[in-house]
């Protein structure tokens, strides 16, 4: 599978989401205090993301 949402705890022992394309890490969101809430974070990605528009600030 080329893309893969990844949950993981950093250092400081939250849950974060990151994004891959293939092995590279596209994005990653901010520390979550429960992993539920870090699944709720990929699901609002996936339900808002193909509605989200683009801003071009270049």
Do not use: L, W
Request: aromatic share 10%; charged share 35%.
């Amino acid at each position: 599978m080329a893309h893969k949402f990844e949950i993981y705890k950093d250092k400081k022992g939250e849950f974060r989401v990151r994004f891959k394309h293939n092995s590279e890490i596209m994005f990653s969101t901010e520390g979550y205090k429960s992993k539920s809430s870090a699944k709720n974070a990929i699901a609002s990605i996936i339900k808002n993301g193909p509605k989200a528009e683009v801003e071009d600030n270049s």
